[in-house]
T-cell receptor, first 115, second 111 residues
C-alpha cells in the first residue's frame, strides 16, 4: 500500500514563527503536492514538485515555500506564519507519466492553527 | 484556480437509501477520480476512471466517466452510517500531472 506520512497531525504556532510541515512517501513517486483545505473552498494547490530540487507554483503560493532535497520528502515552509494560514494542509504524491499518473495518494493532513 | 462543479453540496439521507452525486466541467479530462474524506483525515481514492463511457464499481459504489469527458457521477447503493464523509471528484490528464478537484459533497447518513 502507498503510504504518505505527514509528520504532525496538529500544530499550534504563533504569528511570525517559521513553520515547517514535512511529508514523506514510500512509493518512489516522482510527483509530490501540497494543498490547503478550507471550508467552502475545497482543495487548493500551493506547490508541487515533479523531481528532486524541482518545484512549481500552484494556485496559492504566496506566503509559502517548499523544499525537495530527496525524492521521498517534500517540505512546506511558512516563512512567517500569519493567522490567515490557519488551515488543514494535505500532502499528496503520484507517479510521473503512465496511466496511473493522475492518481494522487494523500497523507492524513496537518491541522495548523496560527494564533 | 479552476474547480469542478460538484452537486449536491450536501445530502442528508436515511440508512439504506441510495445516493447519487455528480461533477461537471467546462474542460475535457482523460481521467476522473472519486475520493472520500473522513472527518479529520486525508482523502482516500475510491474509484479511478480512464475511458469515456466507462462504468466501474467498487462494492456498493459505482462511478461513470461521461461520454463527453466533461462529467462524471458517483452512486452509492444501500447507504450505511460509515458512508458519512465528504466525497470529492477530480479530473486529470493531458500534459499536466495536476488534478482539478470538485467542491465536495458532504454526506450525512441517519440510522
Amino acid at each position: 500500500d502507498v503510504k504518505v506520512t505527514q509528520s504532525s497531525r496538529y500544530l499550534v504556532k504563533r504569528t511570525g514563527e517559521k513553520v515547517f510541515l514535512e511529508c514523506v512517501q514510500d512509493m518512489d513517486h516522482e510527483n509530490m503536492f501540497w494543498y490547503r483545505q478550507d471550508p467552502g473552498l475545497g482543495l487548493r494547490l500551493i506547490y508541487f514538485s515533479y523531481d528532486v530540487k524541482m518545484k512549481e507554483k500552484g494556485d496559492i503560493p504566496e506566503g509559502y515555500s517548499v523544499s525537495r532535497e530527496k525524492k521521498e520528502r517534500f517540505s512546506l515552509i511558512l516563512e512567517s506564519a500569519s493567522t490567515n494560514q490557519t488551515s488543514m494542509y494535505l500532502c499528496a504524491s503520484s507517479l510521473l507519466g503512465g496511466l496511473a499518473k493522475n492518481i494522487q495518494y494523500f497523507g492524513a493532513g496537518t491541522r495548523l492553527s496560527v494564533l | 484556480g479552476q474547480q469542478l462543479n460538484q452537486s449536491p453540496q450536501s445530502m442528508f439521507i436515511q440508512e439504506g437509501e441510495d445516493v447519487s452525486m455528480n461533477c461537471t466541467s467546462s474542460s475535457i479530462f482523460n481521467t476522473w477520480l472519486w475520493y472520500k474524506q473522513d472527518p479529520g483525515e486525508g482523502p482516500v481514492l475510491l474509484i479511478a476512471l480512464y475511458k469515456a463511457g466507462e462504468l466501474t464499481s467498487n462494492g456498493r459504489l459505482t462511478a461513470q466517466f461521461g461520454i463527453t469527458r466533461k462529467d462524471s457521477f458517483l452512486n452509492i447503493s444501500a447507504s450505511i452510517p460509515s458512508d458519512v464523509g465528504i466525497y470529492f471528484c477530480a479530473g486529470g490528464g493531458g500534459n499536466t500531472d495536476k488534478l482539478i478537484f470538485g467542491t465536495g459533497t458532504r454526506l450525512q447518513v441517519f440510522p
